[in-house]
């Protein structure tokens, strides 16, 4: 036994040695009128107050917080989460990855090669050559048209012809961007009939959908890369619950059946409630997970916080036959030259607990203002309550 609790019972014992009838001595010839108290009243001597360490004050305005227990899944962030396509039809003619590889940001993925890919080169070369012929004729045209050599409709005619190579040479530079080819770096020396596609990001690679020799399309998903830095939690709440959450709140949450907890914080909940009358919040993943992976299911607890409500710290809550009890001071008085405080116990609701402190609900006709209650000492005027057989003074 703790010497916290040996203490405890140590003082609950002599506070019911003290207060015992003292009129039931035998060999008196006075008897002093016994005062009967109510059931809901205890009443003890300063000294029996002092050796219980009872401390009393007023109700607080507080505000708790309390847990709002939501499923969800993780997720992760779109811009850590990149889909691998072709941007032009072709035959993969290598590729070295598998499911679980990490790669990183700028890495060579595969190889895709395609005639097309040939055609695009030779017709931006070709159109950069004629461009710069154009550009030299369109020059040399607008000086003869300024000394009247040329008529206007020549000069037109050249200008256009110019401007349209000068926008087929730049759309063909976009083309060769698009199959990541430099055309700065293009000559007719280096033409390629295969392009490489290279990782966006940094991840792992969740999925391969590809093999030697296979016919991809733009349309067909040939990677999935997954970067597990920045993770979020997709959280369902009911309609009920929407005004408990906001952006900022701390999360608690739990994996598969692990017990150890993560954290995380919202940062965007719902702008609608859905057709099932549920509420979607969002939160951002805290700290380094490494058995966290995006698809999992976790249970969440949401740290929220209300209005300020009447509250006390939880000890100066007691409970007696299945209710919950605090106990107000009554009055003061004198008896036989000794001063008495009475103590009457009064039913509250109890609500959420946080920071060592209870959210009670008091009897409307109680002025908040005026009351004092005991802080500390409550099971010990418990304790003489239970024992009120044995306590008339």
Do not use: W
């Amino acid at each position: 036994m703790s010497k916290f609790y040996y203490h405890r019972i140590l003082i609950l014992l002599l506070i019911a040695s003290q207060i015992s009838c003292s009129n039931q001595k035998k060999g008196k010839e006075e008897t002093a009128a016994k005062e009967e108290l109510p059931e809901n009243i205890v009443e003890l001597r300063a000294d029996q107050i002092k050796l219980a360490n009872v401390e009393t004050g007023s109700v607080e305005m507080r505000a708790l917080s309390g847990t709002l227990k939501v499923n969800g899944i993780v997720s992760a962030a779109p811009q850590n989460l990149a889909t691998i396509c072709a941007p032009m039809s072709g035959f993969v003619r290598s590729t070295t990855l598998m499911p679980g590889n990490t790669v990183r940001k700028g890495q060579v993925l595969l190889e895709i090669e395609n005639q097309e890919f040939v055609d695009i080169q030779q017709n931006y070369l070709e159109a950069k050559n004629k461009l710069e012929f154009a550009a030299a004729d369109y020059k040399r045209h607008n000086a003869l048209f300024k000394e009247d050599v040329y008529s206007q409709q020549n000069v037109q005619q050249v200008n256009t012809d110019y401007k349209n190579l000068k926008t087929l040479v730049n759309a063909l530079k976009q083309k060769l961007v698009l199959i990541s080819i430099n055309p700065d770096n293009l000559t007719e020396e280096n033409i390629s009939r295969s392009i490489t596609l290279v990782a966006p990001i940094t991840g792992y690679v969740e999925e391969v959908n590809v093999n030697l020799g296979k016919y991809v399309t733009p349309t067909d998903v040939m990677f999935k890369i997954i970067n597990n830095d920045k993770l979020f939690l997709e959280l369902t709440l009911f309609e009920k619950d929407a005004n408990k959450v906001a952006k900022d709140q701390k999360i608690k949450f739990l994996i598969n059946n692990e017990t150890e907890l993560h954290d995380a914080v919202i940062t965007q909940t719902g702008q609608s409630v859905n057709a099932d009358k549920t509420y979607k919040v969002y939160a951002s993943v805290t700290g380094v997970c490494k058995n966290v992976l995006p698809g999992m299911y976790v249970n969440a607890m949401i740290e929220t916080s209300g209005n300020e409500v009447t509250a006390l710290p939880e000890e100066a809550v007691v409970n007696f036959e299945d209710k919950e009890y605090i106990f107000v001071v009554e009055k003061d008085k004198m008896e036989g030259g000794k001063s008495f405080t009475e103590y009457r116990m009064v039913e509250v609701k109890k609500g959420v607990n946080s920071g060592g402190y209870t959210e009670i609900a008091l009897p409307e006709e109680m002025n908040l203002k005026k009351i004092r209650v005991v802080l500390k000492g409550a099971y010990s005027l418990l304790s003489a309550k239970k024992n009120a057989g044995e306590m008339a003074c």
